[in-house]
């Protein structure tokens, strides 16, 4: 028995459907999310005897990422699945969508605001060390938000890709 299988068009009657669709930076987004509520009360069905392994198994969810670039018309399609001790798709859709925001957000300031990807650090653990230090320095930045004004966090940003340690200067915190 595999996740995929639940969503058979066997199924098609027991599965519930969240869509989502966004337009911004010159692509649209599209998000569907099948699931499959309660599961276990299939488990009497000789392909299905394993569930009784998973005990808090709730929910079992088919998420399906669309994004269409506008520009060139390219399109790209994800497809994941997740189990969840959750019975109510809208939370779990919800909190798939926080993950990714998050996951994003962190992304986005490694990338952008402390130049990882242009790194030319590759020997040994030299781009996982300093991974490290970029998370560590985001970490104290957004303690120094909290505390401090704005613009002098975005000093420190600025101050902080150029050397990593100046972030952690006690008079700042």
């Given at each position: 028995m595999e996740v995929e299988d639940f969503f058979s068009p066997f199924y098609k009657d027991k599965i519930t459907k969240i869509e989502e669709v966004n337009a911004s930076h010159g692509r649209i987004e599209s998000r569907v999310m099948e699931s499959f509520v309660e599961p276990q009360r299939f488990k009497e069905i000789e392909q299905y005897k394993d569930l009784d392994k998973w005990v808090a198994l709730h929910s079992i969810h088919k998420m399906t990422r669309t994004r269409h670039n506008k520009r060139d018309s390219s399109e790209s399609v994800e497809?994941?699945?997740?189990?969840?001790?959750?019975?109510?798709?809208?939370?779990?859709?919800?909190?798939?969508?926080?993950?990714?925001?998050?996951?994003?957000?962190?992304?986005?300031?490694?990338?952008?605001?402390?130049?990882?990807?242009?790194?030319?650090?590759?020997?040994?653990?030299?781009?996982?060390?300093?991974?490290?230090?970029?998370?560590?320095?985001?970490?104290?930045?957004?303690?120094?938000?909290?505390?401090?004004?704005?613009?002098?966090?975005?000093?420190?940003?600025?101050?902080?890709?150029?050397?990593p340690s100046h972030i952690v200067n006690i008079d700042y915190l």
């Open positions: 497809i994941s699945y997740f189990i969840s001790s959750l019975s109510e798709p809208d939370k779990v859709f919800h909190l798939i969508r926080n993950h990714w925001a998050i996951e994003n957000n962190l992304h986005y300031c490694l990338d952008v605001i402390m130049g990882e990807d242009k790194s030319l650090r590759r020997k040994g653990n030299a781009a996982k060390n300093v991974n490290i230090i970029y998370k560590m320095a985001l970490f104290f930045l957004e303690r120094l938000k909290k505390k401090k004004k704005k613009a002098l966090a975005a000093i420190q940003k600025i101050n902080a890709t150029k050397d």
